[in-house]
C-alpha cells in the first residue's frame, strides 16, 4: 500500500510517499523560509499564495523520486488540522482535487499527530512501548503516552506559547534572522549558559508548559543591558542562558512523564528536536539518573521540520481515537 501525504499547514510546500513498511520513498519539501524572511515570520496570505504556485512541481517531484505514477496510490492524507487556515485550505483543495481526478481517497488527519509518531519513519526496529513522546514547534508543544500504534493519550501542553515560538521571538530581540532556532543555537556556542539566571517556566505543573513569561523575562534582560551599552558583548550569554532555561525545562518535564509511566522509551518529535543542545541534555539527564529509557529523535532533519512523510505515515495507522482523522470524500 502506497500513502501520498501532503503538508501545507505553515510555510513548507511538501509532498511524500511512504509505503505500509513506513519507508519513505520520497519526501519533497519546498521551503518559503527566504520569502519569509524578508518579514521576519510567516504572513499567511503570502504563505497560502506560494503553496498555491508550488503543489504541482512538488508532486511531479515527489512521484519521480518515488519511482511511481499516480495510478499507484491507494490512498492520499493531508494536513487539515491545526495550522494557518489559508494555507490548510490550499492543501485539502489540492488534495480533493488529486482524489477526484484519479478516484483515490482522501483522508484529512491532524498535524500535530504526524510529528508524534515521526520516529517511526525509516526505522527498522520494534518500538518499545510505552513511550513519551515531546513535541515542540513554533506553533505547538505537547507530552503524549503512546501505548501501542493505535492508542496515543495528550498528558500536557503549551498554556500560552510554544518553545519553538519563543525561541523565534527571542532571536527577532537580539536582531537575529528568521528562523530564530538554529540562529540562538549558533550564537548559544559562544556564550556561557550559567552568566544569567532565568527562571524555570511554570516549574509547578509538571507536564504543562508556559514560555510568555520567559519571553518577558529575557526581553528585559536585553532591555536592560541596552540600557547600560553592553548588549552587543552579553548577546551570546543572553542566547546561551536563555536556550539552557528552555531546554532545561522541556528535557525535565519529558522524563518526569517518561517515570510516571514507566516508560520504555522517550522521543523528541517536531522542529525543535533538531536542537542539539536539548537533545544532549535529555541525553545527560537519562544518565545521570541511570534511567533504563531509549532516546528517540526523527533520524532525517526533514522529519524534525514539517514535511509530509509524517502526514502520509498516518494514514498507515488506524487510530482508535476517531477524532484523530477526518474523512474529506471527493465528489
Known amino acids: 500500500m502506497l500513502v501520498l501525504g501532503i503538508e501545507s499547514s505553515c510555510d513548507e510546500t511538501a509532498i511524500a510517499i511512504v509505503n ?15 520569502d519569509h524572511q524578508k518579514t521576519m515570520g510567516v504572513v499567511p496570505e503570502t504563505a497560502a499564495r506560494l503553496h498555491v504556485s508550488k503543489f ?47 478516484n483515490i481517497p482522501v483522508v484529512g488527519v491532524n498535524h500535530k499527530l504526524g510529528h508524534v509518531y515521526s520516529c517511526l519513519l525509516d526505522l527498522k526496529e520494534e518500538i518499545e512501548f510505552p513511550v513519551v513522546v515531546l513535541s515542540v514547534s ?32 527571542v532571536a ?16 548559544a556556542e559562544f556564550g556561557d549558559s550559567k552568566s544569567i539566571k532565568f527562571p524555570d517556566p511554570l516549574p509547578h505543573q ?27 558583548s552579553n548577546k551570546a550569554n543572553i542566547a ?12 525535565k518535564k519529558l522524563l518526569y512523564a517518561a517515570t510516571q509511566f514507566n516508560s520504555n ?16 541534555m535529555i541525553l545527560e539527564k537519562i544518565q545521570k539518573k541511570n534511567l533504563k529509557i531509549k532516546f528517540r529523535h526523527p533520524l532525517n532533519f526533514n522529519f524534525c521540520t514539517d514535511n509530509a ?6 494514514g498507515h495507522l488506524k487510530l482508535d481515537n476517531q477524532k484523530a482523522q477526518s474523512v474529506i470524500i471527493p465528489q
Open 206 to 232: 509538571k507536564m504543562n508548559f508556559s514560555f510568555s513569561g520567559l519571553k518577558t523575562n529575557v526581553k528585559n534582560k536585553i532591555q536592560e543591558f541596552a540600557e547600560n551599552g553592553n548588549l552587543e
Open 138 to 169: 513554533g506553533g505547538h508543544n505537547e507530552l503524549y503516552l503512546i501505548n501501542s500504534l493505535n492508542e496515543y493519550k495528550e498528558l500536557g501542553k503549551t498554556l500560552d506559547d510554544a518553545a519553538g515560538e519563543c525561541y523565534d521571538k
Open 240 to 251: 546561551s542562558s536563555f536556550q539552557y532555561a528552555i531546554n532545561h525545562n522541556l528535557s
Open 56 to 102: 504541482d512541481p512538488v508532486l511531479k517531484k515527489a512521484l519521480n523520486e518515488a519511482g511511481v505514477t499516480m495510478k499507484d496510490i491507494d490512498l492520499i492524507t493531508v494536513s487539515n488540522r491545526p495550522g494557518l487556515i489559508g494555507c490548510l485550505v490550499t492543501g485539502c483543495t489540492f488534495a480533493s482535487t488529486l482524489g477526484l481526478i484519479h
Open 309 to 314: 512523510a509524517m502526514i502520509a505515515l498516518l
Open 265 to 280: 522509551e522517550v522521543h523528541l518529535v517536531g522542529g525543535v528536536s533538531a536542537n542539539k543542545n536539548l537533545r544532549s
Open 20 to 34: 505500509q513498511k513506513f519507508e519513505v520513498l520520497s519526501n519533497v519539501i519546498a521551503s518559503q523560509i527566504l
Open 172 to 187: 527577532k530581540m537580539l536582531g537575529l534572522k528568521y528562523p530564530g532556532g538554529p540562529e540562538i543555537s549558533r550564537l
